[in-house]
C-alpha cells in the first residue's frame, strides 16, 4: 500500500505545479517600461544600425558613450532631450563612437 501511496501523491503535486505554471501567465497585470530605458532603446537602435558590429555589447558602451558626453555638455536638459541631442551628435560623426 505505501507504493500506491506514494504514486498518488505525487500525482496530486504534479497536478497541482501545472495548474500553478497555467495561472502565473493568464491575465498577468502588465507595467509600463522606464521612460528612461525607452528612450535609451532609441539611442541604441540607432547607434545599432549604424554599426558594423551586430553584438549588443559594444552597440551599447557606443551609445552610453555618446549620451555620457551629450549629459556632459547639456545637464539641465530633460533625459530624453539628451537622448535626442545624442541621437544627433552621432548621426553627426558615427565613427567618433565605433
Keep these: 500500500m505505501t507504493k500506491t501511496a506514494s504514486k498518488k501523491s505525487s500525482k496530486d503535486t504534479s497536478k497541482k505545479s501545472s495548474k500553478k505554471a497555467s495561472k ?3 491575465k498577468k497585470m ?3 517600461l522606464n521612460a528612461k530605458l525607452v528612450a535609451f532603446q532609441k539611442l541604441r537602435k540607432v547607434v545599432a544600425e549604424a554599426s558594423p558590429v551586430k553584438a549588443i555589447g559594444p552597440i551599447a558602451k557606443a551609445a552610453s558613450k555618446v549620451l555620457k558626453e551629450v549629459q ?5 536638459k ?3 532631450e539628451q537622448v535626442n541631442a545624442a ?4 548621426k553627426g ?3 567618433k563612437y565605433l
Design 24 to 26: 502565473k501567465g493568464s
Design 87 to 90: 541621437i544627433e551628435t552621432f
Design 30 to 32: 502588465r507595467r509600463e
Design 72 to 76: 556632459a555638455a547639456h545637464p539641465n
Design 93 to 95: 560623426n558615427p565613427k
Design 78 to 80: 530633460s533625459y530624453d
